[in-house]
């Protein structure tokens, strides 16, 4: 039935752009000491696989850095990404499946829409519900669905490092969460790492997770002493720990190290007196060169196109053109305000920056490095607030940069989302693909710069007031609670995004925006009523009403028909 309302509202509107007539709006549970039982390959049972081997083979290592909250703007800093730039394919056009922290890395590791992987939201409402969180991942399969799973039956040494999933946390006088299938090597850091120090993170020993506890120093202590303490130095060490033993080891091997950089800090008050929202290590808090690659008196204002842009004309339009409700509502960041935060956030990549060269001058001639975050973030941008979690350019562009053996510098002008990298992943181990990813291997561009098999991207959000809560609330306010669900169908040049204005949970009002990029950085007013651009949005809309029909979820099979969405 949503379906349904969904295809009958694009076709309303879709006849008002093409003809002016108008239309009326129309069990995941885990034992008591936390270990799982063996993940099962059931699901993928007529995969042609690789069997495992205790030896590389010729098979290549991978390392993929993913970065936190890393907004576009922050690329001409990081030394790092120029290198790879240089180096390694770049990818202008790739996209997140939403801008929300666990929503997006539960596609990444799954290669799933967030309706295939039922995570939904970032947090779970303290356990009452399983729309999001750690709590809808393990009680929805994708742990065992997750490609590092596959890579580990294959015979890959498999490493995760940093941050994991909201709400896969540990606090004192609480359990542990349960052992993750996939990895020999699981180092997560809890979310108070988010504040920079005072943290704990896990080790694996026996299929048991251990517990360690980085304490901070006093605040009388040294700023090296602060330094070595710092979440991003703790991370990088474990990092290098990894490859420095998985190098000198016989098997292949899979790592990803994800940064809490240069997310915000979550508690109202700092760790340390003075700390800012973006708090850098203390080595990278002065000097014009502490913003990396360009200096801190340089990054102004220009470098976030659309600050405090006019939203009168961004108003979404009903099924039958009329205004729908305004949902931007929030206040705009002062540019004051967010050049100080642009500036912060610079700072605090320098840790990240660092690491990132640390392992391109580690790895051998066999390993392919992968660069992306988990979402962008927004500034003042659009005429909101500080944040993420809309369907624009701003929050849901993501970096992505591939070095490695025969991967041909330069651009491609593939569109890419996250849900590609498990694809990729995996057919770089030797595997095909497990037929329930919905996104397909990046492989075939590496050695092809021209080659372009995907226009479009498709994103999907759910409202966070249906579970609250959210870890960012306390600097981004309601601002993230009123940004509607959507489903949304981006471009190269363009994107068509339909919001559900109405906030009610089993109630539904569409509402659509369009943007067109070509000479525009970002989404000026919504043109999706003009004449001049009705076959552009027919088409979208007639992506959005297929993808609608999509609706596979958890193990099942995507069909053919479903992964042609995207050409």
């Known amino acids: 039935m949503q379906h349904l309302k969904r295809a009958w509202a694009g076709l309303c509107l879709l006849a008002l752009i093409t003809s002016t007539a108008a239309c009326g709006k129309g069990d995941g549970s885990v034992?008591?000491?936390?270990?799982?039982?063996?993940?099962?390959?059931?699901?993928?049972?007529?995969?042609?696989?690789?069997?495992?081997?205790?030896?590389?083979?010729?098979?290549?290592?991978?390392?993929?850095?993913?970065?936190?909250?890393?907004?576009?703007?922050l690329v001409q800093t990081m030394r790092s990404m120029q290198r790879m730039r240089r180096t390694g394919a770049s990818y202008p056009w790739s996209f997140v499946t939403d801008?929300?922290?666990?929503?997006?890395?539960?596609s990444f590791f799954t290669g799933q829409y967030p309706h295939q992987t039922g995570v939904l939201t970032n947090t779970s409402h303290q356990g009452t519900s399983t729309l999001g969180g750690w709590p809808a991942y393990d009680v929805h399969g994708n742990p065992e669905r997750a490609f590092n799973v596959r890579l580990q039956e294959a015979g890959y040494n498999t490493g995760f490092v940093g941050k994991f999933l909201n709400e896969y946390e540990w606090s004192p006088g609480?359990?542990?969460?349960?052992?993750?299938?996939?990895?020999?090597?699981?180092?997560?850091?809890?979310?108070?790492?988010?504040?920079?120090?005072d943290f704990a993170s896990t080790s694996l020993v026996d299929q048991r997770l251990q517990l360690t506890q980085h304490l901070a120093p006093p605040a009388s202590a040294s700023n090296a002493d602060k330094d070595r303490a710092y979440a991003g130095t703790v991370i990088g060490d474990l990092a290098m720990d990894f490859l420095t033993r998985s190098e000198a080891a016989d098997a292949p091997y899979f790592l990803e190290v994800a940064l809490y950089a240069p997310h915000n800090r979550t508690n109202p008050k700092g760790h340390y007196p003075g700390d800012p929202l973006f708090?850098?290590?203390?080595?990278?808090?002065?000097?014009?060169?502490?913003?990396?690659?360009?200096?801190?008196?340089?990054?102004?204002?220009?470098?976030?196109?659309?600050?405090?842009?006019?939203?009168?004309?961004?108003?979404?339009?009903?099924?039958?053109?009329?205004?729908?409700?305004?949902?931007?509502?929030?206040?705009?960041?002062?540019?004051a305000v967010a050049v100080r935060d642009l500036r912060d956030r610079a700072r605090m990549a320098r840790s990240a920056d660092r690491l990132i060269t640390r392992i391109l001058d580690s790895v051998g001639p066999d390993t392919y490095v992968v660069l992306t975050s988990d979402n962008g973030f927004h500034l003042g941008q659009?005429?909101?607030?500080?944040?993420?979690?809309?369907?624009?350019?701003?929050?849901?562009?993501?970096?992505?940069?591939?070095?490695?053996?025969?991967?041909?510098?330069?651009?491609?002008?593939?569109?890419?989302?996250?849900?590609?990298?498990?694809s990729t992943f995996e057919e770089l181990a030797g595997l095909v693909p497990a037929p329930f990813r919905s996104g397909q291997s990046l492989v075939p561009t590496f050695a092809?710069?021209?080659?372009?098999?995907?226009?479009?991207?498709?994103?999907?959000?759910?409202?966070?007031?249906?579970?609250?809560?959210?870890?960012?609330?306390?600097?981004?306010?309601?601002?993230?609670?009123?940004?509607?669900?959507?489903?949304?169908?981006?471009?190269?040049?363009?994107?068509?995004?339909?919001?559900?204005?109405?906030?009610?949970?089993?109630?539904?009002?569409?509402?659509?925006?369009f943007y067109r990029y070509t000479g525009k950085e970002y989404e000026v007013a919504n043109e999706v009523t003009r004449r001049k651009h009705r076959d552009e949005v027919a088409v979208l809309m007639a992506k959005l009403a297929a993808f609608d029909a999509c609706g596979v979820a958890g193990d099942q099979p995507v069909p053919a028909e479903c992964r042609t969405l995207r050409q």
Not at 289 to 317: E, F
Not at 382 to 394: E, I, L, V
Not at 485 to 493: I, P
Request: hydrophobic content about 35%.
């Open 448 to 513: 092809q710069p021209k080659l372009v098999r995907q226009g479009y991207a498709f994103l999907e959000h759910t409202q966070q007031t249906l579970t609250g809560g959210d870890p960012d609330a306390a600097f981004t306010g309601s601002e993230l609670d009123r940004i509607p669900s959507f489903t949304a169908v981006r471009s190269r040049t363009a994107l068509l995004a339909r919001f559900d204005l109405d906030p009610r949970a089993k109630r539904t009002t569409w509402g659509y925006e």
């Open 99 to 106: 801008s929300l922290c666990c929503v997006s890395r539960s």
């Open 382 to 422: 659009n005429g909101m607030g500080r944040g993420k979690g809309t369907p624009y350019d701003t929050d849901v562009r993501v970096p992505l940069l591939v070095t490695g053996p025969g991967v041909v510098p330069g651009k491609r002008r593939e569109v890419t989302s996250n849900i590609d990298l498990a």
């Open 279 to 335: 708090p850098p290590m203390f080595r990278d808090r002065t000097g014009e060169r502490s913003c990396g690659r360009v200096a801190c008196r340089k990054l102004t204002v220009d470098d976030l196109p659309g600050h405090g842009d006019d939203r009168s004309d961004n108003r979404p339009r009903l099924a039958n053109g009329k205004v729908g409700r305004a949902w931007n509502t929030a206040g705009t960041l002062s540019a």
């Open 174 to 197: 609480r359990a542990l969460p349960p052992v993750v299938p996939g990895w020999s090597t699981f180092n997560t850091v809890f979310g108070s790492a988010y504040d920079g120090w």
């Open 31 to 73: 034992p008591p000491d936390g270990v799982r039982p063996p993940a099962t390959t059931s699901n993928v049972s007529s995969v042609a696989e690789v069997a495992p081997a205790s030896s590389r083979a010729g098979r290549p290592n991978m390392v993929v850095v993913v970065l936190d909250d890393f907004s576009m703007d």
